[in-house]
């Protein structure tokens, strides 16, 4: 504990280091940085150093000539490989470059492993895998959602193999109102690849189904590979039908089981995974029903006691309505007192704006304008007739101005107005020839002629 008035203590200088990393920080950065870099990878090598413990996870080195890496494959991943690998195999291994942090070691996250030398048909299996993955069919985003309770089951497998029993036999259990279509296909040998597409397209086509179950039961690699080929694939895939992959066992991975919008281990386990559990339903049917009784009687016993306090404040009614009159005539001598009061006041309201209007009358003001008015109508008049009158003299003398320089008025004094055939003006004789027809506009009337001679003033 500080001591009373004890300063504290400052370093004499700064600490000017850069600051250094916790070695967890340093790991955590570099664990980082690996898998940013190293999306997944391929590796192969020799196996060394394996275990397997109790927790089912397999922990193993990976080594050539030169170097090692250390691999670690949980249980999850493990579970699909069918041989159990053994020291010094060969082998192929797909998975995350990371660090693991709590002793700074280097390794791989290994998610699928396989012998170093595959078949032919695994060979093919990882092609079209990698073809397919490449156009996005296994992208989870175009997976289609399963209905959370299906009202039509479809189911696309042998009609005499297990596995349609296995999932009519957990669909009974379960749920047995849920109606199943079966679209009977082969699931083995060369035909079935046909078969698988026909069933889907027959399902899609039927339209009953709202969930599609494709599958069968165990068998090898050759056994499976129909559900392996790009035309099963493709058809899963444009299946307009949300639909579970369910071929072979657990260990068993198909090309289907990528393409499905569910990959379910058994057969029965997808009918497990699409069908509710009516023990449960009526479990909770059961709960909900004992929590509704419970509700109602809480509800009821809260109702009898607020009736229980109702009763008990309710007055006698005889009492109350004389309460009530008492209090409607002492509410109306109230109102008949207020009501005198304010006729009064409007009474001598009124008899004080008769007077101020008796002093303010307007038939004075109304005379005094009819007779400006008529002043008024008197002035304009007069004003209207003096300039009609003027008007009219400078009308007259504009009409003799006129006259006086009228062609019509020179007309009248013997002149006329000479046109020849092309209406043009005629000023001069030269303008005429011999038989030119003319017209002649005089002060009263119109004449046309023709020329029978012209005479030039230099003539």
Known sequence: MKKPGARPLIPPYPDTRPRALSVSELN????HLLESSFMQVWVEGELSSFSRPSSGHWYFSLKDQ????????????????RTLPK?????????????????????????????????????AFEALKMKLQAEGLFDPARKKPLPVTPRHIGVVTSPTGAAIHDILTVLARRCPAIPVTLYPTAVQGQAATADIVNAIDRARRHGVADVLIIGRGGGSLEDLWCFNEEAVARAIAGCSIPTVSAVGHEVDVTIADFVADLRAPTPSAAAEKISPDQ??????????????????????LRLDQQLGHLAARLRDPRRELQDKAQRMDELDMRLNKAMNLTLQQQQLKTGHLAQRLGTQSPAKTLQNAGEQVQRLNERLDKAIRQNLRQQQEKLQLNAQTLNVVSPLATLGRGYAIVRDDRNRIV????????????????????VSAEVTKVNSVTE
């Open 279 to 300: 023990s449960q339903w009526l479990r909770r049917l059961a709960e909900q029903q004992l929590r509704l009784g419970q509700s109602a009687r809480r509800l009821l």
């Open 87 to 123: 020291e010094g195999d060969q082998i192929r291994i797909r998975g995350k470059v990371t660090l693991y942090e709590n002793r700074g070691d280097f390794q791989i996250i290994v998610e699928h492993l396989e012998p170093a030398g595959l078949g032919p048909l695994q060979q």
């Open 427 to 446: 000023r001069s004789a030269d303008q005429l020839s011999a038989g030119q027809a003319i017209s002649a506009r005089f002060g009263q009337g119109n």
């Open 66 to 81: 030169k170097c090692q890496i250390r691999c670690a494959m949980f249980r999850g991943a493990n579970q699909r490989i």
């Open 28 to 31: 955590h950065q570099a664990r």
